[in-house]
């Protein structure tokens, strides 16, 4: 039983005094709704996790090792979302928006070297979004992740047909979208994959290769079908209003 509440602990933060810290005081505060909620976590949270300049925290958000994040300025993390930050820590950029019910997950515990999630400025993490980031995620400026997208920085190794799968270890190279990126709803990014700079991943899209800057990807698993600088969209479509 003490083996399981220490690995539990250690689980959950950098130590039990600051695990008990940062459980207290989102028990105090965590449910209290509207924006006088969002007011005071804006304030109490500063002594347990990272803020440069005033971010918004709704009700419900759930933060694990506290000390590992770090909110730009105008960050906003909608209700129920979910993060956990060991050890390499989470940082969400400036005017950057995580919706509700979104998880982003580091949980290394295996010493990976590159593990952690980096969002840039006024990115926006749809609803029910997943990101782990175990081999490291880094997201550029001007990202957008629709709903149920999924970001998986890490995969298993399963070559050894003698030996169960979750035994033969994983493998964690990483993702990265460049800035101004556009991921659909529902699309899977696999490891080891960059989405490039502009490029677009259609809705409901496995992605296992890189995307270039500018290109569209569709399907499972999603191939290249436009290049926008070669072959750009028409300059207007009169069938659509765009706002």
Request: hydrophobic fraction near 45%.
């Amino acid at each position: 039983m003490r083996e399981q509440l220490s690995l539990y602990l250690a689980r959950q933060a950098t130590s039990l005094p600051r695990y008990v810290a940062e459980q207290v005081l989102q028990a105090a505060l965590g449910w209290v709704p509207s924006i006088v909620g969002v007011g005071l976590r804006g304030l109490a949270y500063r002594a347990i996790l990272q803020m440069d300049g005033m971010a918004a925290i709704e009700d419900g958000v759930r933060i694990r090792f506290a000390d590992n994040v770090r909110l730009g300025q105008g960050v906003y993390l909608d209700h129920g979302s979910y993060l956990h930050a060991c050890p390499a820590g989470i940082s969400i950029g400036p005017g950057s928006l995580v919706m509700k019910n979104a998880i982003l997950h580091v949980y290394n515990f295996r010493a990976l070297p590159h593990a952690g999630i980096r969002i840039g400025a006024r990115s926006l993490i749809g609803e029910s979004c997943i990101l782990r980031g175990q081999g490291g995620i880094s997201i550029g400026d001007d990202v957008y992740l629709g709903t149920l997208v999924q970001l998986l920085a890490v995969n298993h190794v399963f070559t050894d047909t003698s030996r169960p799968i979750s035994q033969q270890g994983i493998t964690a190279a990483g993702i990265s979208v460049a800035d101004g990126a556009w991921i659909g709803s529902g699309a899977i990014v696999l490891d080891g994959v960059r989405i490039g700079r502009n490029a677009v991943v259609g809705a409901g899209a496995v992605v296992t290769k890189d995307v270039p800057d500018y290109c569209v990807a569709v399907g499972n698993p999603a191939r290249v079908v436009r290049d926008l600088r070669r072959d750009p969209l028409p300059a207007r479509q009169p069938e659509l209003v765009v706002y």
